[in-house]
């Protein structure tokens, strides 16, 4: 059984920085890529990032390009957010989750397993 769980979140100023780390318990062909999604009250799950296992192919929404890395250590089996220029409509619940096919999706439902989250908080 695949687990993915993340930690490294908690509670910034904004400007400031705050990086995540996702472990993954074991990678097999149907966790090609591993994504980070983020959900804020009332709104709807998004995609933030993702990055493939293999060639470290990366990917991000608009909304954090520039600000945000990710990034992979695959002897650790863990993959990292790193975020900076952090603004109070960055706080969320952010949450991994792999697929198989390196192919980036933003539909939840191409998502094979996701981790519990981890709560981000940006204070103005």
């Known amino acids: 059984q695949v687990q993915l769980v993340e930690s490294g979140g908690g509670l910034v100023q904004a400007g400031g920085s705050l990086g995540l780390s996702c472990a993954i318990s074991?990678?097999?062909?149907?966790?090609?890529?591993m994504s980070w999604f983020r959900q804020a009250p009332g709104k709807e799950r998004q995609f933030v990032a993702a990055i493939t296992w293999s060639g470290g192919s990366t990917f991000y929404a608009d909304s954090v390009k520039g600000r945000f890395t990710i990034s992979r250590d695959n002897a650790k089996n863990t993959v990292y957010l790193q975020m900076n220029s952090l603004k109070p409509e960055d706080t969320a619940v952010y949450s991994c989750?792999?697929?198989?096919?390196?192919?980036?999706?933003?539909?939840?439902?191409?998502?094979?397993?996701w981790g519990q989250g981890t709560q981000v908080t940006v204070s103005s």
């Open positions: 074991t990678r097999t062909f149907s966790t090609d890529l």
């Open positions: 989750a792999a697929k198989k096919g390196a192919g980036v999706s933003l539909s939840l439902s191409r998502y094979n397993y």
